[in-house]
Structure formats: structure tokens, C-alpha cells
């Protein structure tokens, strides 16, 4: 069974084709950065545009790296639930259009759930039950895939993402965007003790998670209470800008870390799967390789299927269809995520 997946959800405009249940034939993206770049963050109005722009190529890229045309298609999945309205519409119309014209069956894929769900393309022997961290600009969750078709979200951000968190500290030390990759190459060369930035725990226990406090502690300390010194710089109390890159990494890959650990040993999981855009940070790797008890596998997927792409949508959308799910022309957008 051949399926197209199609995510438009934010800033990436992707197509995929996989052949079901796990092969990957192509995974076409294309990114927006430089359309967003001198705005500091991502316009919605200028996603949407773009994608409609682009959606239509990315999709013939994407049949012709498989080396397939619309009629050997099986099948249409594609993101329909959480992101920016405007840039879901323009992925669930080209979706729609692609299962009218051909007559072949539409599925409607959760964005996280497929992110979830991505590394199984790249492991074999990857089956539930497993736990699985992603943490992206976006989203900062942990699942627990019990069966295919039964995913729990055990916790996530009650405020901002991992990522975004990494992305706005760049901007405190004067980084360039993605701010992930600029703070953790200035961390290399800091101290990870100089500063001890709080670390969020939720008090009732669960494996919930929040930076914002984070982000406000580092602006403070950067620029005194209130965020409203000039000059960003510690140099008087003898800390770099790299102690602080070092000391905030430091705080939110703990916090990731043992989140992810204390999932892992509450659902007994053989594997931790860990995606999404901060997957590619090292410290967090090492972490988890360091504190990881035996027994306990933790796995990353290559950087193709960590950032926001077809080929993971395409994937659930397969197991969706395995499993009996299907929507028809009527499906819906939801921006955030509630059904
Ligand atoms: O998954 P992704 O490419 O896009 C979405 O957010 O959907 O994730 C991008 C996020 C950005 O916030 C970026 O700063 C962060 O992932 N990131 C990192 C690293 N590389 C990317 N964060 C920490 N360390 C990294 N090495
Ligand atoms: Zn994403």
C-alpha cells in the first residue's frame, strides 16, 4: 500500500510517500526561513501563502523521488491537527483534492501522534509499547504508545516549548535563529554549574512541563529584576554569555532528561524514542545515555524525521487505516489539537 503524507502544520511545507507499513520512498520539504527570518518568528499569513504556493510541487517531488505517479496511490494522510489554521487548510485541501480526483481513501493524522510514531520508519524492530519525548519549536510532550492504536500523552508544556524556549534565550544572548544550535555551540565553551537556573517540577507529580519561568530567570539575571538593565552582560559577577548558554541548556535538558526517564520506568518501556528539533541537541544525548538505566534503550531518529515532515504523517496515517480509521471529504482543521 503506497500513501502519501502531507504536513503543512507550520513552517514546512512536506510530502512523503511510504510504502506501508514502514518504508520511506521519498520525503520532500521545504523550508521557510528565510520568509520569516527578519520578523523573528514565523507570520502565519506568510506560511499559509507559502504553502499554497509550494504545496503542489513538494507533492510532485515527492511521487517522483519514489518514482511513482498519483495513480499508484493508495491512500492520502496528512496533518489536520495542531497548527497555525491558515497553513493546515492549505495541506487538508491539497489532501482532499488528491483523494476526490483519485477515488482513494483520506486519513486525518494528529501532528504530534505522528511524531511520535516516526522512528518506527527507521527501527524494525521498533513496537510498542514505548515511551516518546518530542520536543520541538512547537511542542514539548511525552507519550506512552501502549498498541498502535492506543498513544497516551503522559504530560506536556503547560506554557512554552523546549525549543522555542531555546529560541528566545538566543535572542537575550544576542544568538542568530534557530536559537537550539547558537546556544548550544556558545554552551561548548561555558560552565553548566556556573548558574543554577530553576528547573521545573509539577507538584502533583505529573510529567508535566514548563520553561517560561526559565526564560524569565535568564532574562533577569542578564538584565536585573524587572528585564531592564542595558547591557546584557554578567561579566561583573564573572559569568560569560557561555556560562549562561551552558547553565540554560543545562537546566532544560535536566529537566527533559529525567521526565522522559521517570516516563520510561512508569510505563516499564523497553524503548525511549526522542524527536522533534531539540533531539539534535548533545548534551541531551549524553544525558540520557549517562542516566539511562540498563534495559532501557533510547533511540533517535535521523534528523530528517526529528523536524516536521511527510514521511511521519504518511506513517500514522497507515497505521490509522490499518486500524479502520477513516475520514471522508468532510474532515475539519483544528488548531489546537482538540478533536
Ligand atoms: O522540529 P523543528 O525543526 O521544528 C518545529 O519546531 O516544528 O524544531 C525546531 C526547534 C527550534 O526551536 C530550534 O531552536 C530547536 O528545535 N533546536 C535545538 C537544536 N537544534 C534545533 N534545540 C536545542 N539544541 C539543538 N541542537
Ligand atoms: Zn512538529
Given at each position: ?33 528565510d ?18 504556493e ?8 515527492a511521487?517522483?523521488?519514489a ?23 492549505v ?18 493524522v494528529?501532528?504530534?501522534?505522528a ?9 524494525d ?18 507519550y ?10 503522559l504530560?506536556?508544556t503547560?506554557?512554552?516549548?523546549a ?14 535563529q ?33 520553561f ?41 535538558v ?12 512508569r ?34 531518529p ?38
Amino acid at each position: 500500500m503506497l500513501v502519501l503524507g502531507i504536513d503543512t502544520s507550520c513552517d514546512d511545507t512536506s510530502a512523503a510517500v511510504l510504502r506501508a507499513p514502514r518504508e520511506v520512498l521519498s520525503n520532500e520539504i521545504a523550508t521557510q526561513y528565510d520568509l520569516h527570518a527578519a520578523f523573528g518568528g514565523i507570520v502565519p499569513e506568510i506560511a499559509s501563502r507559502a504553502h499554497a504556493e509550494r504545496i503542489t510541487l513538494v507533492v510532485e517531488r515527492a511521487l517522483v523521488k519514489a518514482g511513482i505517479t498519483l495513480d499508484d496511490l493508495d491512500a492520502v494522510a496528512v496533518t489536520h491537527r495542531p497548527g497555525l489554521v491558515g497553513s493546515l487548510i492549505v495541506g487538508v485541501a491539497a489532501a482532499k483534492a488528491v483523494a476526490m480526483a483519485r477515488g482513494v481513501p483520506l486519513v486525518g493524522v494528529d501532528h504530534i501522534e505522528a511524531h511520535v510514531v516516526a522512528a518506527m520508519a527507521e527501527h524494525d524492530d521498533l513496537e510498542p509499547p514505548f515511551v516518546a519525548l518530542v520536543a520541538s519549536g512547537g511542542h514539548t510532550s511525552l507519550y506512552a504508545v501502549r498498541s498502535e492504536g492506543d498513544l497516551a500523552c503522559l504530560g506536556a508544556t503547560i506554557d512554552d516549548a523546549a525549543g522555542e524556549c531555546f529560541d528566545k534565550v538566543a535572542v537575550l544572548l544576542g544568538l542568530p535563529q534557530p536559537g537550539g544550535p547558537s546556544v548550544s555551540r556558545l554552551a561548548v565553551e561555558g560552565d553548566p554549574a556556573a548558574v543554577r537556573f530553576p528547573r521545573y517540577r509539577a507538584k502533583d507529580g505529573s510529567l508535566s512541563f514548563s520553561f517560561s519561568g526559565l526564560k524569565t530567570a535568564v532574562l533577569y539575571f542578564l538584565k536585573g529584576p524587572g528585564g531592564k538593565r542595558d547591557a546584557p552582560d554578567r561579566e561583573d559577577l564573572g559569568v560569560s554569555h557561555a556560562d549562561v548558554a551552558a547553565s540554560f541548556q543545562r537546566a532544560v535538558v535536566d529537566v527533559l532528561a529525567d521526565r522522559s526517564l521517570e516516563a520510561a520506568a512508569r510505563e516499564g518501556a523497553r524503548d525511549l524514542v526522542v524527536g522533534g528539533g531539540v533531539a539534535a541537541n548533545r548534551e541531551l544525548r549524553r544525558l540520557l545515555a549517562e542516566r539511562a538505566p540498563e534495559g532501557l534503550r533510547v533511540r533517535f531518529p535521523s534528523p530528517a524525521l526529528c523536524v516536521d515532515n511527510g514521511a511521519m504523517v504518511a506513517l500514522r496515517g497507515a497505521q490509522l487505516l490499518a486500524a479502520g480509521r477513516l475520514d471522508d471529504l468532510g474532515l475539519d482543521v483544528s488548531p489546537t489539537g482538540r478533536a
